[in-house]
């Protein structure tokens, strides 16, 4: 098991009570399952796919983590 550190904001951040928190993974995990991690800690509170970024670049659902990545899901942005 590895623990990755993963950022939230705005909604996101109010959702979950924080602007980050750690998650538990197996090695060799995907993108796709610290988002499954976190969604287990606030179902219904994030949608299913929402951007993800992996040490501050745009992330696939299918990129590798490593422990020392930080992974951050993205809140949809609307300007004005």
């Known amino acids: ?5 993963v950022l939230l ?10 602007d980050a928190i750690d998650v ?11 988002l499954a991690a976190v969604l287990r800690r606030a179902p219904g509170a994030l949608p299913a796919a929402p951007m993800m970024a992996v040490n501050s670049e745009y992330a696939t659902l299918d990129q590798i983590v490593h422990a020392t990545d930080e992974v951050a899901i993205i809140p949809p ?3 004005g």
């Open 9 to 18: 904001f705005a909604s996101y951040a109010d959702a979950l009570g924080a």
């Open 24 to 34: 538990d993974i197996a090695e060799q995990s995907r993108v796709r399952d610290v």
């Open 1 to 5: 098991m590895m623990t990755v550190r």
């Open 77 to 79: 942005v609307a300007g």
